[in-house]
């Protein structure tokens, strides 16, 4: 069996109860399966293969080991600088949350080969909600609020990224063909209270994502009170409904229409849960160890190409803006950031210790 290599993270107390705390411990927990066994410290381990510092900002002191470091907020022309210096000093490679974070380090000189991103990982604790779709109607026996739209699509297509909120009589032969299809159902027929039974469906109608409408018999008052709540619609294009301007934000009339429709909301939910789906926490470890063994094989230079392969390629979809050079500039002048600065200069983090100790 190989023997693990040794990585140790440099965690300062700064750091500590929030978002890198939580990367570093992500980083300890899935690293071992890709050959390093980690640690976790406040200060550097000279025992350790290599150290990777969990931020850059307490990075600028003697190395002992191979070394990267995590770069984010780059946010002042100070931050910038200290990041060149420290990767021409000791840290071997620079750990980005981003490509956009590299290329503004490469704009401002920073060699290519000293730097990498991986971008981090989320828990998957988060799960979309299910799109709510309301509907204020009463079904007859001659079937002209057109129902039969909604069985047809639930015999044609799944429906579980919705729920459906039905207020009105008649329902009871529909809803178990809606939920068959994957959808949930909250079904309220109604009393002999109208007054009551309005209270009721006001004090929902608001939680609507979209107000569904598929009768052609000249509109549905509960369009109107859908739009007052702010709540787009889905609506054929008849009667007073194309009085309302902008009312209709999605206007149909078929059952393809219909069905494009709800295909169309589904998926629009699933590209951007589908956006971070693979950016678990043990692929942003892995791309650390990938980094750090190509440091200790004395293949740093092929660091870029092996990252690129373990993520894939992902061409942006949008062109990443950064803040001008004044904007930077101006930072620099706040009481705070020279405070700052100057606390991370070597001769002087005695005295930053001193004074966040007393």
Same mark, same amino acid.
């Given at each position: ?148 739209m909604l069985v047809e699509m639930a015999r044609t297509m799944r429906l579980d990224r919705f729920r459906f909120e039905i207020f009105g009589l008649g329902w009871e032969d529909v809803i178990p063909l ?76 078929? %059952?393809?229409?219909? /069905? ?9 939910? #699933?590209? +951007?849960? =589908?956006? !971070? &789906? $693979?950016?678990?926490? %043990?692929?942003?470890? /892995? ?9 200790? #094989?004395? +293949?740093? =230079?092929? !660091? &870029? $190409? ?53």
């Amino acid at each position: 069996m190989v023997k693990a290599r040794k990585a140790h993270l440099v965690l300062a107390q700064d750091n500590r109860s929030w978002i890198i705390e939580k990367m570093a411990a992500r980083i300890a927990e899935h690293a071992p399966a890709f050959g390093f066994a980690v640690s976790v410290g406040e200060a550097e381990d000279a025992d350790a293969d290599v150290n990777h510092w969990m931020s850059y900002a307490f990075a600028n002191v003697p190395h002992n080991t191979p070394a990267t470091m995590l770069i984010t907020h780059l946010d002042d022309p100070y931050k910038v600088g200290l990041v060149k210096s420290e990767l021409t000093s000791g840290v071997d490679v620079g750990i980005a949350l981003s490509s956009h974070t590299c290329d503004t380090l490469v704009a401002a000189g920073v060699g290519e080969t000293s730097l990498a991103f991986a971008v981090p990982g989320h828990d998957f604790a988060a799960a979309p909600r299910r799109i709510v779709i309301g509907l204020t109607t009463r079904l007859y026996a001659d079937g002209r609020k057109r129902e039969a739209m909604l069985v047809e699509m639930a015999r044609t297509m799944r429906l579980d990224r919705f729920r459906f909120e039905i207020f009105g009589l008649g329902w009871e032969d529909v809803i178990p063909l809606l939920e068959a299809a994957g959808a949930e159902v909250a079904y309220s027929p109604g009393t002999d209270d109208f007054r009551a039974d309005y209270v009721e469906m006001m004090a929902r109608v608001p939680a609507f994502d979209y107000y569904l409408y598929l009768g052609r018999d000249e509109g549905s008052l509960g369009t109107l009170d859908a739009l007052a709540a702010g709540v787009k619609t889905i609506v054929t294009p008849q009667g007073f409904h194309v009085d309302l301007p902008g009312g209709i934000t999605h206007a149909i009339w078929s %059952q393809e229409e219909l /069905e494009t429709v709800f295909r169309d909301l589904a998926e629009e939910v #699933d590209r +951007r849960a =589908g956006s !971070v &789906a $693979g950016l678990t926490w %043990q692929s942003y470890a /892995e791309a650390h160890t990938i980094i750090w063994h190509a440091i200790l #094989d004395g +293949r740093v =230079g092929e !660091v &870029a $190409g092996l990252l690129a392969a373990h993520r894939g390629h992902h061409a942006r979809e949008i062109a990443p803006v950064s803040e001008g050079r004044a904007t930077m500039l101006r930072r620099l002048v706040s009481p705070y950031r020279i405070r700052s600065a100057l606390s991370h200069i070597p001769l002087l983090k005695p005295v930053r210790a001193w004074v966040k100790g007393r």
